[in-house]
């Protein structure tokens, strides 16, 4: 019986010992080796199915990081587009302000010529009256 045993152990190392041998390792997950061509030739479907799911999941995190960078380079765009609003819609402000007090100046000067006018013609035609009556 103790003859047994070790022949019993030393058969289970060589099974232990060829299975291992024969096995096919699992590539790692990287962009190059999770292409279909490269899954597919992984003979093992026990290892294939396995690398398969974990590349699966190494494009969804791929997919995640890239939303990820999309969604703050937008946010970046969008603050970018308000600062810029902002600064086009002061000066447009600015430039409505001055042009309204151009005007408003404008429209002073002509009340003003207007009224000097008509104070020119009102003390001409009082020149002309009382040259007229004298």
């Given at each position: 019986?103790n003859?047994t045993?070790p022949?019993?152990?030393?058969?289970?190392?060589a099974v232990?010992?060829?299975?291992?041998?024969?096995?096919?390792k699992?590539?790692?997950?990287s962009e190059?080796?999770?292409t279909q061509t490269n899954?597919q030739?992984i003979?093992?479907?026990q290892?294939?199915?396995k690398?398969?799911d974990?590349?699966?999941d190494?494009?969804?995190?791929?997919?995640?990081e890239?939303?990820?960078?999309l969604?703050?380079?937008?946010?970046?765009?969008?603050?970018e587009?308000?600062?810029n609003?902002?600064?086009a819609a002061?000066d447009a402000y600015?430039?409505?302000?001055?042009?309204?007090?151009?005007g408003?100046d404008?429209?002073n000067d002509?009340?003003d010529?207007?009224?000097?006018a008509?104070q020119?013609?009102?003390?001409e035609?009082?020149?002309?009256m009382?040259?007229?009556t004298?």
């Amino acid at each position: 019986m103790n003859m047994t045993k070790p022949k019993y152990i030393a058969g289970l190392l060589a099974v232990a010992a060829l299975t291992t041998a024969c096995s096919e390792k699992m590539p790692n997950v990287s962009e190059e080796n999770c292409t279909q061509t490269n899954i597919q030739k992984i003979e093992d479907s026990q290892i294939r199915e396995k690398f398969s799911d974990q590349c699966f999941d190494f494009r969804i995190e791929q997919g995640k990081e890239k939303a990820s960078n999309l969604l703050e380079q937008g946010q970046e765009s969008a603050e970018e587009m308000l600062e810029n609003g902002k600064e086009a819609a002061a000066d447009a402000y600015d430039s409505t302000t001055d042009a309204m007090k151009d005007g408003a100046d404008a429209v002073n000067d002509a009340w003003d010529d207007g009224v000097d006018a008509v104070q020119d013609g009102a003390d001409e035609a009082a020149d002309k009256m009382d040259a007229a009556t004298n």
